[in-house]
């Protein structure tokens, strides 16, 4: 129980921080329904049926408009590490009888749970996209983004751990992040891409988590399905996507401190 508090205790501030910042809960969400709303207008009328087993591009698009909701999340959730570096808070936590994992653990715990609750939201939108969900598939799809929301949770740590000003996290962000999301299938289908660019979603791994999520929303052997990686092999790599990211980023606080100047 005392391992728990620690957990128990950075898990809710995370959660009453966030509620609190109006700022961060609109542009978490507002944003990704905006592009979703903006993308799905002016791109529909040269998304095909024949681009993704006859849907249409509003609802194509829609399990990627969720997942941007978890990435998001995750990302002004993390940046609070920055924060609370120069405010000395951080130091204050490392300082205490409370292990690096804890630290972690905590930090990842909150940042889901505020995840989820943003993609609980962004579920209750699925018929508006044409896709009517049962208490299964919505179960299903709440387990995968979970893990979604884990792993880009620890890439986040990971980053801002070592970043010194919020500026250079938006720069990580806008460099790395949002291709990340870009190449995982969510804009566009991978059949029929250019070898190069097909070999980019292969290794991205949020490819698969998408692949996964998609998964859950489709009842199985859809049309709408073809073209992903098999289910074996998405929830595969999303569970060692989640586990790694989360490793990385408590190895990389047990090996960098947190001062001022890290």
Known sequence: MNRLLPVYTLALREVVRFVRQKNRVFGALAQP???????????SASFTPGDSAGQGYNEYFYPGTVVLVILFTSIFATISIIEDRNEGFLQGVLVAPVSIGSVVAGKVAGTT???????????ALAPIAGLPLDLAQVAAAMLVLTFIAVALTGVGISIAWNMSSTQGFHAIMTAFLMPMWFLSGAFFPANGLPSWLAAALAINPLTYGLAAFRYALYEPGSPALAHLPSLPVSAAALGLFALGSVAMATALARRRPAGPDS
Do not use: H, N
């Not at 329904?33 to 791109?43: C, D, E, S, Y």
């Open 113 to 123: 749970i505020l995840a989820l609750m943003q993609g609980g939201i962004m579920l």
């Open 33 to 43: 329904v905006l592009f979703w709303i903006i993308f799905g207008a002016g791109l």
